[in-house]
C-alpha cells in the first residue's frame, strides 16, 4: 500500500526566498492552523555579501485570534508563540539551516513565521534567507489538501 505523506501534512512558505540587509525583520503570509497538531519550522540562510564579521538568524513563530480578512490575511493580531523560536547563530559565511519540531496544541488559530538577520560589523552585508512551515498530525485528513490525490 502507498503511503501519502501530502495526505497528512501541508508544506507553507514560511518566508520567500530573499535578500536582506538586516535593516528590519521580515513577516511571513499568515496561515491558518487550526486542523493541525504539529509542526517543523526549517529555516535557512543563503550566502552572505558584504564583510560581516557574523551574522545570527532568528525565525519566530507568532500566533493570533483575529486577522483582518479570512480569505487573504495580510495582518494579524499577534503575540510571540514562546518557545518557538529557531536560532542559526554567527554564521560566519551563510550556507547554514536547521529546524526544529513545534507542538501547535494551545496556539491560536492564526500563525506566522518572522525572520530576522543581525549582523556583526561590517560593511554592505546582505544575505539570503528563506523558511518552511510542514504542517502535520491533521485532525482531519479529508480536509488536508492535496497536490496528490491518487
Do not use: C
Not at 502507498?2 to 521580515?26: M, R
Not at 510571540?80 to 529557531?86: D, H, N, Q, W
Not at 552585508?125 to 480536509?143: I, M, Q
Amino acid at each position: 500500500m502507498k503511503k501519502q505523506l501530502l495526505l497528512n501534512t501541508e508544506v507553507k512558505t514560511g518566508i520567500k526566498p530573499q535578500n536582506d540587509d538586516g535593516s528590519a525583520a521580515i513577516a511571513g503570509p499568515i496561515f491558518n492552523r487550526t486542523n493541525f497538531l504539529s509542526a517543523i519550522l526549517h529555516g535557512a540562510v543563503g550566502d552572505v555579501t558584504g564583510t560581516p564579521t557574523g551574522l545570527d538568524a532568528t525565525f519566530t513563530v507568532y500566533h493570533g485570534d483575529t486577522v483582518n480578512d479570512e480569505e487573504i490575511p495580510t495582518s494579524i493580531t499577534d503575540e510571540e508563540a514562546t518557545g518557538f523560536v529557531l536560532t542559526l547563530a554567527d554564521v560566519q559565511s551563510g550556507n547554514a539551516e536547521d529546524f526544529v519540531n513545534i507542538n501547535l496544541e494551545g496556539l491560536k488559530k492564526w500563525i506566522r513565521v518572522d525572520a530576522e538577520l543581525t549582523f556583526t560589523e561590517g560593511t554592505s552585508p546582505a544575505a539570503d534567507v528563506s523558511s518552511s512551515l510542514v504542517l502535520g498530525d491533521p485532525r482531519y485528513t479529508e480536509n488536508v489538501t492535496s497536490a496528490n490525490n491518487e
